[in-house]
């Protein structure tokens, strides 16, 4: 059971998303609900540990293991969600690894199916990120931050 709690017009998630890069490329998903682009990544379930959520998430929608898991942020996050009609109240544990993408991901953009739902995935360059409807926008600024530590993020849309 996923980590998602709903009363009235209001809701809880926690999910965690992974900052997966190929050379100077980022892979960034979007599906049918909607057109702006996210990091791949998932909710988390009751009782799962978040390194074993993103573990999952990423054999589940890319079909591939992750290697070379590391932690980055955690960021909050408040908008409104068409998709469960309801004000939403995010927390999101990013994470970055490696994949070894196989042959299907080394097109720019591909799609895959999970629980029969279409995930589309592009590899967009690093440089382009400012330029696309990319969410949650706070993100951005912290994908290419180096150095150790754990730090937190936080963003409410109006």
């Known amino acids: 059971m996923d980590i998602f709690f709903k009363k009235d017009d209001n809701a809880f998630k926690m999910r965690t998303a992974c900052i997966i ?3 100077n490329k980022i892979l ?3 599906d049918d609900s909607n057109s702006y682009r996210y990091l791949p990544g998932g909710k988390v379930e009751f009782g799962e540990k978040i390194f074993d959520a993103i ?5 589940e929608e890319l079909k591939v293991d992750l290697k070379e898991l590391k ?3 955690i960021d909050e996050t408040f908008y ?3 998709f469960s009609n309801s004000n939403v109240h995010e927390v999101c544990f990013y994470f ?3 994949i070894e993408p196989i042959e299907q991901m080394q097109n720019s953009k591909f799609t895959l199916v999970e629980n029969g739902r279409n995930l589309y995935f592009e ?3 690093i440089e382009d990120l400012n330029n696309i409807d990319f969410r949650p926008k706070n993100v951005l600024k912290h994908i290419n931050r ?3 530590g754990l730090f937190f993020t936080s963003q409410k849309d109006n």
């Open 123 to 125: 590899w967009v360059n």
């Open 21 to 23: 890069k190929w050379g």
């Open 146 to 148: 180096s150095g150790s």
């Open 80 to 82: 409104f969600s068409k």
């Open 28 to 30: 960034l998903a979007y």
């Open 55 to 59: 573990k999952r998430e990423i054999k």
């Open 96 to 98: 970055e690894g490696k």
């Open 71 to 73: 932690e980055k942020f």
